[in-house]
């Protein structure tokens, strides 16, 4: 199977996927106990209302019409209205997703050069007290939920050692920049203020290391596995016999082979970076998509529920699909079409 | 004559025993012992899964002996004394008390309880049903019930399994069974795929066709041929699962959709504690230590359980 063909198969079956994962939302919406329209109208609502709620929202077809109905409105980019903001889920999402965007973003970035720099350096000086600090942080980086990560993050800089802000997207006295991208860091760039982008910046940091902190760690710890393993391969013993410099050996010859396992990891923990974004963003105050379907879920906002889900779920297929794609290209096995 | 008769005794008693000696059942349980201490020496050659096995021992006991142990145990439910209210770690409360006086080792203790409660739960729901499929679409590779118990499992793997939870818990009535239902629903996925695995490499094998051959029927196979050959991975995966089940119990329960007040959880506990940081840390940080090192007991003590499943010396499983 060539990478073409391996890219094309791989986006077909994310398609099945997708569209399974749209019926598993609707029903989910749909196993609520109790009346639909009585819950987004509340109990003051006259039988007229009612009626016409239903009659406006399909209520009264069979399931498989009403999930018809709600595709179609899916595939246009209608998701309906949201009972808590009293505005369509759609707009709402558009809204609050460039902070989750930003934040997710500054943490992919922590999650990858982090992990790599860290297992390199514990690979490099491998049983020693360093690698031995590695160990400790990618065991707790395993057992530590991420709003207890979060928590004493807040706990820490919120309180104790106040050189960071940690609350909310800029400072009181900050105006927002301009509306480009809705990233607050890119706009302010954008528009040439620099006060603005390094306080939106250092806002957040914070968030952003808490949401990686965990995955990091524990990748790190797969990068320096794979290095130590591969490193006394027979090519790379050959390599440094021909006088290779080591610097050329271990960027080129040991890092990339090394990463594959660590690459299929991190794509699965940058994907589930924006569910635990829910958390995170709640206590952190910060204004994003996930805050948003958390309280849509706290009050039962059943089209903002199944909104944010079915944004979260394509991402993530998205997210899987570019991770294969760049395990594909680091292992030639198959790249080059061998192997099985 | 009398001589001759005892002699003849004592020979035949020998006999007996050299007989006892080599029969089957006998040696099955040397063997079995052996076979132990074989494991055993496994398990504990990594001195960190003993640790966690360790851990694990004191918290399912502690949980078990809640109320005996505890130094007040009315204070896991509705109690308030607000004489005492927020006071700091000292020798009275050893890890202070919250924000309705209630003594917070007391309520860790208690929380354990749902903890372990909702992870036996939702393994034992989720761990048949998983293997099952996974092994019934392993088995019959190829075919239309391959395609669509992988494909439903595909998707369910597609979404956060925390966000399915979450939203499979909001949509239901917030209590500690909802939330274990929630969980359930992702949990089965993770096992049908790993059964999956270990059941389409099984079905070639020597043995499986031999039994297909001799006449034997599907549910003889699948049960009694491929399943025993999963055992070690199923049972592995659980083991650090029960960590997982608690983690994810308590994020959903940090949220306000999991066990609701007065009981305690960890979660809960966690997040309301956060309301009174900084001044009273000690009602974050300890739940919050209980967590992780639960967690991590349980994580230690798979990892132990893997080695010692593992075939060959284990020195890397």
Redesign the interface.
Known sequence: MNLKKFIIHRIL??I???I??SI??FS??R???GDPARMALGATATKEALENFRIENHLNESLPVQYFYWITGVLQGNFGMSTTTDRAVAKDILQFLPATVEVVFFSTLLLIFGSILIGKLAAKHKDTVIDGILRVFS??G???????VA??L??LF???WQVIPVLGRLSPGMTAPAHITGLYVLDALLTGKFAVAWDAFLHISIPAVALALGGMFQDARLVRNAMVENSSKDYLVAMKGYGVPEKVMNNKYLLKPSLIPAVSCMGMDI??L???A??IE??FSWPGISKYG?SA??A?D?NA?SGV?MV??VV??AV?IIVDIVVAYLDPRIRLGGGN | MAVNREKEIQKALAFEAKRVEKRPILNAKNNRLENLKKAWYKFSRNKLSVVGLITVVIVILAAILAPYITPYPKHAGAFTDFANVCKAPGKEYLLGTDNMGRDILTRIIYSFRGALYMSILVLAIAVPIGTILGMLAGYMKGTIVDTIIMRITDIFLSVPAMLLALAVASVLEPNLTNSMIAVTVMWWPWYCRLVYGSATSCRQENFVIGADLMGAGKMHIIFKEILPNCMSSIFTKMALDVGWVILIGATLSFVGLGEQPPTPSLGQMVSDGSRYMPDAWWMTVFPSLAIVIIILGFNFMGDGIGDMLSKGDGKNG
């Open positions: 079956l994310s099945v996927v997708i399974g994962l598993v939302i989910i919406a196993i609520v106990p065991y707790a395993v057992a530590m939920p991420g709003f207890v928590i004493l807040l706990l919120g309180y104790m994907a589930s924006m569910g635990n829910f958390l709640t206590i958390l879920m706290l039962k059943l529920i889900i979260f779920g993530f297929v899987n």
